[in-house]
């Protein structure tokens, strides 16, 4: 079938164009800016893919964008750290969602998949994230997953071929240049050279595997579904052990409660009022990493057959392709860049 892919040039939305393709699907991208196409999709072997130019936002190019397409795969987003740019992510996000989703619906386009992200279902109380539950969103981009998933229920529970997926922390190779908002945590925590706290724990996943699950999800007459890809599980006590073996660096936990890095998390939000400053520690992020929980994957593997591979090859790969572009040195990434 012929699917309109939003955000194709970034890092998801690259991947899950590749495993389209992949599959025999025949790719149209939306973007905003068509040079960066063969920047991103030529290192993944996409080459010559057709597109429409045109902004998530932009009503009039979002409907001449689908003409002829069966199905959409709705990637794009803004993503900021910057607290002052908060209000206008927000709002960005869920007018392009709108845009996009429901002018799918209404083109008649099935399936029609949204990228959502377990930002929305985040739930500290809960001992396991599930997607019969929402919740308000921790940060700015949490809140503005959360309005996003208001309304994308709301196509749902009227009946339409909305599929919702929701990945956890997104890493693996980059496409070309474009990494995951995630590969900053991994960056900055090799750049460190210590993990800061054991109360913390991350929800991996690789993006080639949410790549599969995008294409798995294309096909017809399955009417509104939600799938959690959240990842494997890893408290910084099993983190540790595995970034060990890759670079050969002693990584040292440090005994830094988790209550206190929230706290840092606050002093960052209140200071980025009127500082610029493009930081992972945010209240947001720091209230997700000290009390992240589980994800209920079984819907990914019992009904779409996805497996999925090794963390310590996403990792791996992660790291050697940070090194690649330029963002971690041979020096930090250890034995693992050779």
């Known amino acids: ?11 998801v939305g690259a991947w ?22 063969a920047t991103v999709l030529d290192p993944l072997g996409v080459k ?30 803004v993503v900021s750290n910057d607290r002052r ?49 929402t919740a ?22 009227a009946g339409a071929p909305v599929t919702i997926t929701y990945p956890g922390m997104v890493l693996g190779p980059s496409a070309g240049p474009a990494f995951g908002e995630a590969a900053q945590g991994v960056e900055q925590l090799l750049k460190m050279g210590v993990i800061p706290t054991r109360d913390g724990a991350w929800l991996v996943v690789d993006v080639r595997d949410v790549a599969a699950v995008h294409s798995a999800c294309m096909v017809a007459g399955q009417g509104p579904r939600r799938y959690l890809c959240g990842g494997r599980f890893l408290p910084m006590r099993e983190l540790a052990p595995i970034l060990r073996r890759l670079t050969g660096r002693s990584l040292p936990i440090l005994p830094i409660p988790g209550i206190a890095l929230r706290e840092i998390g606050r002093l960052v939000d209140i200071a980025a009022r009127v500082v610029p400053i493009e930081t992972v520690f945010t209240r947001g992020a720091m209230e997700q990493f000290t009390r992240m929980t589980p ?14 591979r ?9 790291v050697v392709a940070m090194v690649a572009e330029g963002r971690l040195t041979a020096k930090q990434a250890g034995s693992c860049a050779s």
């Not at 992949?22 to 991208?29: E, N, T």
């Not at 429409?52 to 794009?76: F, K, N, P, Q, S």
């Open 136 to 157: 308000s969103g921790a940060g700015a981009y949490g809140r503005s997953k959360a309005s996003v998933e208001n309304f994308a229920r709301s196509l749902q529970a």
């Open 295 to 308: 994800s209920d994957d079984r819907g990914i593997h019992d009904e779409l057959g996805i497996v999925y």
């Open 1 to 11: 079938m012929r699917v309109l892919v939003t955000g194709g040039t970034g890092f």
């Open 310 to 318: 090794p963390v310590t090859e996403t990792f791996a790969d992660t």
């Open 16 to 37: 899950s164009a590749k495993a389209l393709a992949d599959d025999g699907h025949d790719v149209r991208l939306l973007v905003r800016r068509p040079d960066r196409i």
């Open 85 to 133: 740019e908060a209000d206008a992510m927000i709002a960005a996000n869920l007018r392009g969602a709108e845009t996009v989703l429901g002018a799918a619906v209404a083109c008649g386009a099935d399936p029609v998949v949204h990228v959502s992200s377990i930002a929305a279902l985040f739930d500290p109380v809960a001992p396991v994230m599930r997607t019969d539950v």
């Open 48 to 77: 010559g893919v057709e597109h429409a130019i045109g902004d998530m936002t932009d009503g009039v190019a979002v409907r001449a964008a689908m003409d002829g397409c069966e199905a959409v795969l709705h990637c794009a987003a």
